[in-house]
């Protein structure tokens, strides 16, 4: 009734879209675990136990968090100690325990009580950003007697999850300052004696997450700049340099009645041999990299086609242009002035 109460609340809060309650939000506190065993299958031998991340959720906790149901349902007000147990497994745990067969229907043995598959959910991240997903199960709040019950003069705390209107995203995101504190008033208002803390959003909580990687590629990226910086100033410079040395070539090859246009090309092309070698070269050690590169991306493939083709095309320009401008510059001496230097 607490728990209600407030959620009514703060779903009357002005700027709350949504709101529900769940024993940890993600990325926002522990990893619990739970053991159970399939009915209908062998029992498993001890410490052998199949195993899933272990949420206790309140109803519509999905639609706050925008996570689709991919078949069966979500909880209800239904779902409650006289009805038959129910519980939300994600895909993860779908893929792993029931690989052939639909999982929804099925039933486990969990906390001494058998429950039935009612729906199955897309992945959450838990613990960690970047591990892989991992077998969870959603059991109803109004199901857990742990969550209903005092024991040891307290109750076992929830978290709510705000979503406020808007495309702004869960656990007050958004205008979350000016939201915090009205949330914390509509509790308050409740029971003044209930410590509200670890008001978080969901963005905050992924970039605890991922702080070390962003700053690790922030400065790869700086340095990788840099390093194509120089590479492009070195190859202008070299080329450049190169192709104005052969000003006296030139003048030979157009006495002799060579057109400017194909002179122009010759500078170009043999500028331009040397950088695609060392294009080729470069990425061939890039590919070798990408092992140790992988571990620190996320979502982004360490042999980014494009990520490739633009460093191999802005040093191939800087080759042409080097090459190039000399060569239109000496193609323009008089042949006689270039056979005097």
Known sequence: NYYREVMERIRATPGVA????????????????????????????????????????????????????????????????EAPRAVVINEAAARRY???????????????????????????????WLDAPQAEMYFPVLQSAEYLTREAGHYEALSFVVRVAGDAGALAGGDAGALAGAV???????????????????????????????????????????????????IYG??????????????????????????????????????VVGIVVGVGLALAFTRWMSTMLYVVEATDAATFAGVAAVMSVAAIFAAFWPARRAARVDPMVALRR
């Open 18 to 81: 949504a709101v529900s309650a769940i024993n940890h939000a993600p990325l926002t506190g522990d990893v619990w675990g739970t053991r159970f065993r399939v009915v209908g299958r062998p029992e498993p031998r001890p410490g052998e136990w199949p195993g899933a991340v272990y949420r206790v959720a309140w109803p519509g906790y999905f639609q706050v968090m925008r996570t689709a149901v991919v078949r069966g349902r979500e909880f209800t007000e239904r779902d409650t100690m």
């Open 184 to 234: 914390r008033q509509a509790i308050e208002s409740v029971d003044a004696n209930v410590l509200v803390s670890g008001v978080t959003t969901m963005e905050d909580a992924v970039d605890r997450q991922l702080w070390r990687q962003r700053l690790s590629l922030l400065l790869l990226g700086a340095f990788g700049m840099v390093a194509l910086a120089l590479a492009v100033t070195g």
């Open 98 to 128: 029931w690989p052939a067969e639909d999982a929804v229907g099925q039933r486990v043995w969990a906390s001494g009580e058998t429950w039935t598959v009612v729906g199955v959910v897309r992945n959450l991240k838990q613990g960690n």
């Open 238 to 275: 070299v080329i450049s340099q190169a192709v104005s040395q052969r000003t006296q070539e030139i003048g030979i090859r157009m006495a002799l009645g060579a057109a400017r246009g194909d002179v122009m090309w010759l500078a170009v092309r043999q500028g331009l041999a040397p950088v």
